[in-house]
């Protein structure tokens, strides 16, 4: 069973802009709260925001301003928009539920270079 699928990542330069996507499984996305966290090498995983079922969200500081987390729960789908990207916002991206519960997906690679 393919419970969570991130994409949407790439290389991009500093500045640049990417939109993540999360398909969800039902079970999984009728969480409460949805987030969108990420892991850096030798670093631990932090989450990065978060989003209620009514769209109430809150952000890790070092992104707010910069990064939008929304929903469409007709669709099952999670997003992260993500604007004036940072080196230190290469990582790899996941999606689960806020705390986490299922097993975690592949993820999606952002690395942000010039």
């Known amino acids: 069973q393919v419970q969570l699928v991130e994409s949407g990542g790439g290389l991009v330069q500093p500045g640049g802009s990417l939109r993540l996507s999360c398909a969800a499984s039902g079970s999984i996305f009728s969480r409460n709260v949805m987030g969108w966290y990420r892991q850096a090498p030798g670093k631990q995983r932090e989450l990065v925001a978060h989003?209620?079922?009514?769209?109430?969200?809150n952000y890790r500081d070092s992104v707010k301003g910069r990064f939008t987390i929304s929903r469409d729960n007709a669709k099952n789908t999670l997003y992260l928009q993500m604007s004036s990207l940072k080196s230190e916002d290469t990582a790899v991206y996941y999606c689960n539920g806020v705390p986490y519960s299922a097993s975690w997906g592949q993820g999606t690679q952002v690395t942000v270079s010039s």
């Open positions: 989003i209620s079922r009514v769209g109430s969200t």
